[in-house]
């Protein structure tokens, strides 16, 4: 079992930038495939991006944020980041860190979910 917990949420000017970041104890972080997703208010919780476990880590994202949001993992740290850039108003959420071992990186079912870190962006 893993626990995570999110920070590095905050109030950003449109266009500007933030990282995430997620930090992962109780488990062995290699095994894990580790995704990114997002609540804005009065809306379902969507996915983000994703970073597989093994080999190659490869990554998905979703194509509302292709080109401007990154997905990466330091295994040394058990830590996964998402780096925001050229952030807008409609980026603005709850950001949770979700993972799920040794799972397959082309569905969106996590087993554990962090507690989200809130990104206000102001237009």
């Known amino acids: 079992q893993v626990q995570l917990v999110e920070s590095g949420g905050g109030l950003v000017q449109a266009g500007g930038s933030l990282r995430l970041s997620c930090a992962a104890s109780g488990d062995t972080f290699s095994m894990y495939t580790m995704g990114w997703f997002r609540q804005a208010p009065g809306k379902e919780r969507e996915f983000v991006a994703a970073i597989n476990w093994g080999a190659g880590y490869s990554t998905k994202s979703a194509d509302s944020v292709k080109g401007r949001f990154t997905i990466s993992r330091d295994n040394a740290k058990n830590t996964v980041y998402l780096q925001m850039n050229s952030l807008k108003s409609e980026d603005t959420a709850v950001y949770y860190c979700?993972?799920?071992?040794?799972?397959?990186?082309?569905?969106?079912?996590?087993?554990?979910w962090g507690q989200g870190t809130q990104v206000t962006v102001s237009s």
């Open positions: 979700a993972a799920k071992r040794s799972g397959a990186i082309f569905n969106n079912e996590y087993n554990y």
